[in-house]
């Protein structure tokens, strides 16, 4: 069965350490994959998207990558910052078009 | 633009009442999508529409689950009758031609 497996329900890490998030899944072949944050209380908001055939891809602090032959993207906050504390969902496309997500990693930056 | 607007945000119902929840899309996104979220399931899709018309309707739990999209500003989820395992965040979600979704708030549904 399809399957999005985020390596770990939390993560604590100090301030100005660098955090990184796994995101497996096995029988799929997606499009592309994206990440996104979610605030307690509130939606999802998208911060990055990586398409098969990219390896890598940055934003400020931000870097995911994506190894379709692992069929993994590591996603990646350098230093991290207390306000980068919240949920951080991977999500794919599973060729219906629509993104189905993992269950989320809670990230604490303790200061 | 405002983004995607949901209501309410909160709904209390009692079981067997008719729940019916809004959302009006980003405009110009072709692609409206329901999501539920619950602690024990993560973000499931329900339904997704493109164009407003239904194209995967398979993440629907049962028939007292139904959506519409009667033009590209509006849609609605409506549950009937309301059961206490429905209650769950539900969210809102548009983009265009499936590419990055933009949530709504959200809207808190519990059944009592």
């Known amino acids: 069965s399809q399957k999005i497996e985020q390596n770990s329900e939390a993560l604590n890490i100090q301030e100005g350490k660098t955090a990184t998030l796994t995101c497996n899944y096995t029988?799929?072949?997606?499009?592309?994959l994206q990440w996104y944050r979610q605030d307690p209380g509130r939606g999802p908001v998208f911060l990055l998207l990586?398409?098969?055939?990219?390896k890598e891809k940055r934003k400020e602090r931000l870097k995911v990558t994506f190894d379709t032959t692992l069929k993994q993207s590591l996603f990646h906050i350098t230093a991290s910052q207390p306000a980068d504390s919240a949920t951080y969902l991977c999500?794919?496309?599973?060729?219906?078009?629509?993104?189905?997500f993992g269950s989320g990693t809670r990230l604490q930056v303790q200061p | 633009d405002a983004g995607v607007i949901q209501s309410p945000r909160h709904e209390v119902t009692e079981m067997g009442q008719e729940v019916t929840l809004r959302c009006k899309p980003i405009?110009?996104?072709?692609?409206l999508f329901w999501y539920r979220q619950t602690m024990m399931r993560g973000l499931e899709l329900l339904i997704y529409?493109?164009?407003?018309?239904?194209?995967?309707d398979s993440g629907m739990p049962e028939d007292r689950f139904s959506a519409k999209m009667p033009n590209a500003s509006f849609s609605t989820l409506k549950i009937q009758p309301s059961e206490p395992r429905d209650s769950a965040v539900y969210f809102c979600?548009?983009?265009?031609?499936?590419?990055?979704?933009?949530f709504g708030q959200g809207t808190r549904l519990t059944v009592v």
């Open positions: 979600a548009s983009s265009q031609s499936s590419a990055e979704a933009f």
């Open positions: 029988n799929y072949s997606p499009a592309y």
């Open positions: 990586i398409r098969e055939n990219e």
């Open positions: 999500a794919l496309d599973t060729g219906r078009r629509a993104l189905t």
């Open positions: 405009s110009g996104h072709d692609y």
């Open positions: 529409f493109n164009n407003n018309v239904p194209i995967d």
